[in-house]
C-alpha cells in the first residue's frame, strides 16, 4: 500500500481564500483523523472519522473549518476564509481497529499551509 | 485531562552511544501507547506500538518500555547512528476516548558523527 496521501503538500494563498486540503487513508483503514501541527502548539487534533461518520469535531477551530469524508477512501479539510494564523502543517492519518496493531496511526506526509 | 511529557525536549549525543528518551503521562487508564519519529519536514513514521497489557517491544536497535502504573515509558536506542537524528514524539490512547491520542512535545534528538 501506498501509504496514506495527502494533497497538496504546500499550499501558499492568501488572507480570505478557501483552502481545501485531501486525503486517501490507507485502504481498509477505518478511522481517519486530521491533525494540525505548529511550533507553538504542536500536534493538535481537529477531527475523527469512524467508517466515514464524524465522530468527535472537538478540535476543530471554529467554524472557519469544516472536513468530510464521502467515502472510505477520501476526505476533505476546507478553510474558509483562510486567515494567516491558519498557517501550519496539517496532517491526515488513519488507523485500523481489531487484532493485533489495534489503534496504530499512519501519517501522511503532510500539507504544508501559508497564509499570507 | 491526560497529559503527555517528553523530557528531555532536546538531546545532542556523540555516535555510539546508547540513549533512551522518556515519556510520561498522567492518567494510567491507557489502551496502548505509541512511539513516533519525525524528520524535518516530514509526517510522523510510526516506530513502536505498545499494548496495555505489554511490558515492552523491540524492532533491530529500538525498544520501549512501558510501565502503566507509573504513567512512564521508556525509549532505547543501541548504538546512535547519525541518522537517528529527528525528532520522536510518544502517544498515548485513552481506554475512554475513543481512538483520540494525546501526544507529547517530542524530543528533538541529533546525533553526532
Known amino acids: 500500500d501506498a501509504g496514506v496521501i495527502q494533497s497538496p503538500r504546500h499550499e501558499v494563498t492568501e488572507m480570505g481564500q478557501e483552502v481545501t486540503l485531501r486525503c486517501k487513508p490507507i485502504s481498509g483503514h477505518d478511522y481517519l483523523f486530521w491533525y494540525r501541527q505548529t511550533m507553538m502548539r504542536g500536534l493538535e487534533l481537529l477531527i475523527y472519522f469512524n467508517n466515514n461518520v464524524p465522530i468527535d469535531d472537538s478540535g476543530m477551530p471554529e467554524d472557519r473549518f469544516s472536513a468530510k469524508m464521502p467515502n472510505a477512501s477520501f476526505s476533505t479539510l476546507k478553510i474558509q476564509p483562510s486567515e494567516p494564523r491558519d498557517s501550519a502543517v496539517y496532517f491526515c492519518a488513519s488507523s485500523l481497529t481489531g487484532g493485533s496493531v489495534s489503534g496504530e496511526l499512519f501519517f501522511g506526509e503532510g500539507s504544508r499551509l501559508t497564509v499570507l | ?113
Open chain 2, 1 to 113: 485531562k491526560q497529559e503527555v511529557t517528553q523530557i528531555p525536549a532536546a538531546l545532542s549525543v556523540p555516535e555510539g552511544e546508547n540513549l533512551v528518551l522518556n515519556c510520561s503521562f498522567t492518567d494510567s487508564a491507557i489502551y496502548n501507547l505509541q512511539w513516533f519519529r519525525q524528520d524535518p519536514g516530514k509526517g510522523l513514521t510510526s516506530l513502536l506500538l505498545i499494548q496495555s497489557s505489554q511490558r515492552e517491544q523491540t524492532s533491530g536497535r529500538l525498544n520501549a518500555s512501558l510501565d502503566k502504573s507509573s504513567g512512564r515509558s521508556t525509549l532505547y536506542i543501541a548504538a546512535s547512528q547519525p541518522g537517528d537524528s529527528a525528532t520522536y514524539l510518544c502517544a498515548v490512547r485513552p481506554d475512554n476516548a475513543g481512538n483520540m491520542l494525546t501526544f507529547g512535545g517530542g524530543t528533538r534528538l541529533m546525533v553526532k558523527p
